[in-house]
């Protein structure tokens, strides 16, 4: 992209220098100055168009809808092409004199007329080239999107139905229709919750922390009768934050993650911390478990967080992160943070 | 038949007990939350039948075959776990799928129920585990033909099996019945009751034919012993 950025500069100003240059000796026949002043010309029409492009970058005039972004970007292209027009009258006096041609203001006004239909052409191919490349990319975002979802989709399903999960717990519901007819009742009730959140849900939605954390809940109830005292879970959850929206089923695959591969693999189990907070209108979001990294099974954990990691990536942008680490006192801490 | 539950989860111990409460001939005597626990309450109690959870945290039900010198029957019982119920089907293991289906309870019951006296009754019915990687068997050591070792593993063959188990020939030796296996060199531990034929070697030693077609050449020394052993 970079090169043949350069190879369009040097070959666009290039010709149009020697078009130029060329009408120009017609008139006044050659002379050294004449050929330094154009070589002057293509260098800091180049310089100038190079700046033009940094400053449309810089403010981010094209990711403006058009009816804003034009404008902007064609004044900053005729601001450009005065400051070349100025030069090109101001070198040609103090270089050449009266022998330039532009002692009429006639002559002058011609060329200015050039130069800025040269920048703005020049200006309308860069946003054009712009354009049809951020179209492009948006499109392979799209359909980036669109594979991941349906990955996080079935994966989302599977583990759901994450078969361990439901013979254990089937196993569990049968138990207790003897010992606990009540809660076995509010299992059957959990278990269906949980497998109606699992088939409604679209991973390429983003949903409300808050209803997010009722599937979780769910689940940590049915995993709390399965693990008994081994299962501890804090929650704490700002007003702010439960209703900020967070792509669906993350936090689900974190605290899945959290018990299935750190609390279940401890004989004498531990805490599940579930914290959200706002911060510089950031949503920090942090699943906690007791165990240590290297317990993690990187088959199983790791395809779930690259998915999840996917989604938070294209549904809210490169700057959103998702990371596992290690965060010391034998604990485990999965951290999101998505921004304003 | 005095059994012994293993699962770390209490109400799947509760449900088994229930369940086992139809079979009275099946006498639980004892419950353990954990790899350590089994262990502990096997040299303890000496079950006749292992109700054996797989998927358990610190020491999986396998862990706890591996540590036994000498393993009861076992019913493994697993929710779901593809690995396990591969290497069961592959070698007709007994396992049981939570919830256990009453009836799958009394099928794996008739199976391991203590069979009516054999025409050798000093034949031995002791059984080991055996674990090479997925694969697992529980094997007779009767049924063992040769030991043969391979640094810190040995290779051991059995029926068509020849699986590299981890642990030294000195541990199996350690483990299995002097009366019927042989140290019959550095490399090799022979089933006597396995010996197909001998031959006679270059240095007046034996070499030794095992069903598999194997042939093991004992030193001079040992071909002496083993033929007292054999009286030939």
Same mark, same amino acid.
């Given at each position: 992209m970079k090169r043949s950025y350069w190879i369009c500069q040097a070959a666009g100003w290039g010709a149009y220098t020697l078009a130029l240059f060329?009408?120009?000796t017609a008139y006044t026949g050659w002379h050294v100055a004449i050929v330094f002043s154009y070589a002057l010309f293509f260098l800091y029409s180049v310089a100038?168009?190079?700046?033009?492009?940094?400053?449309?970058? +810089?403010?981010?005039?094209?990711?403006?809808?058009?009816?804003?972004?034009?404008p902007r970007m064609f004044s900053a292209a005729l601001a450009v092409a005065l400051i070349q027009t100025a030069l090109v009258v101001i070198l040609a006096l103090v270089l050449t004199g009266s022998q330039s041609g532009f002692g009429e203001v006639r002559q002058a006004a011609a060329t200015a007329s050039g130069i800025v239909v040269a920048t703005c052409a020049w200006t309308a191919a860069y946003i054009a080239v712009a354009w049809n490349r951020q179209y492009?990319?948006?499109?392979?975002?799209?359909?980036?999107?669109?594979?991941?979802?349906?990955?996080?989709?079935? +994966?989302?399903?599977?583990?759901?139905?994450?078969?361990?999960?439901?013979?254990?717990?089937?196993?569990?519901?049968?138990?207790?229709?003897?010992?606990?007819?009540?809660?076995?009742?509010?299992?059957?009730?959990?278990?269906a919750s949980l497998f109606r959140h699992a088939i409604d849900f679209r991973g390429s939605q983003m949903i409300a922390l808050k209803d997010e954390m009722e599937a979780v809940s769910e689940y940590l109830a049915l995993e709390s009768a399965r693990l008994e005292e081994r299962l501890q879970v804090q929650i704490a959850i700002s007003e702010e934050a439960a209703q900020r929206n967070v792509p669906a089923m993350v936090v689900q695959t974190l605290v899945e993650n959290a018990v299935r591969h750190g609390i279940a693999e401890l004989p004498n189990g531990g805490l599940v911390t579930i914290r959200a907070v706002t911060k510089n209108q950031a949503l920090i979001l942090e699943v906690e478990n007791t165990g240590k990294l290297k317990d993690f099974n990187p088959n199983g954990v790791h395809t779930g967080l690259a998915n999840a990691r996917e989604r938070l990536r294209l549904l809210c942008g490169d700057k959103a992160s998702l990371e596992l680490s290690d965060a010391g006192k034998g604990l485990v801490a999965a951290t999101v943070v998505i921004p304003a | 038949m005095k059994?012994?539950?293993?699962?770390?989860?209490?109400?799947?111990?509760?449900?088994?007990?229930?369940?086992?409460?139809?079979?009275?001939?099946?006498?639980?005597?004892?419950?353990?939350?954990?790899?350590?626990?089994?262990l502990a309450l096997i040299q303890k109690l000496a079950p006749d039948i292992l109700f054996l959870d797989i998927q358990m945290p610190g020491m999986t039900g396998f862990d706890v075959l591996d540590r036994l010198r000498e393993v009861p029957e076992v019913i493994f019982t697993t929710a779901y776990d593809q690995h396990a119920l591969k290497a069961f089907e592959v070698n007709a293991l007994d396992y049981l799928l939570k919830p256990i289906a009453p009836n799958r309870l009394a099928a794996a019951l008739q199976k391991v129920r203590p069979q009516p006296p054999r025409q050798s009754p000093r034949q031995s019915m002791e059984q080991i585990f055996l674990r090479d990687g997925e694969r697992c068997w529980i094997v007779k050591t009767r049924e063992i033909d040769l030991l043969e070792s391979e640094g810190n593993y040995t290779r051991v063959f059995f029926h068509n099996e020849h699986p590299l188990i981890s642990g030294s020939l000195a541990a199996f030796e350690a483990r299995l019945d002097p009366s019927i296996f042989f140290r019959a060199s550095r490399r090799h531990i022979l089933n006597l009751n396995c010996i197909k034929g001998t031959e006679l070697g270059p240095a007046g030693n034996l070499i030794v034919i095992l069903p598999g077609g194997q042939q093991v050449e004992l030193s001079r020394r040992q071909s002496s012993i083993l033929r007292e052993i054999l009286s030939i």
């Open positions: 060329g009408i120009t100038l168009t190079h700046l033009l492009r940094r400053e449309i970058r +810089r403010r981010d005039w094209l990711a403006l809808p058009a009816a804003r972004g034009l492009r990319e948006a499109r392979f975002r799209e359909m980036q999107l669109q594979i991941t979802v349906g990955q996080s989709e079935l +994966r989302a399903l599977r583990a759901q139905v994450n078969p361990h999960f439901l013979f254990n717990c089937l196993n569990t519901i049968r138990g207790m229709i003897s010992e606990n007819p009540a809660r076995a009742q509010e299992m059957v009730t959990s278990l | 059994a012994l539950i293993v699962d770390d989860e209490r109400m799947a111990r509760q449900e088994l007990r229930r369940l086992l409460a139809a079979h009275p001939e099946v006498e639980i005597a004892g419950e353990a939350a954990s790899g350590e626990e089994a």
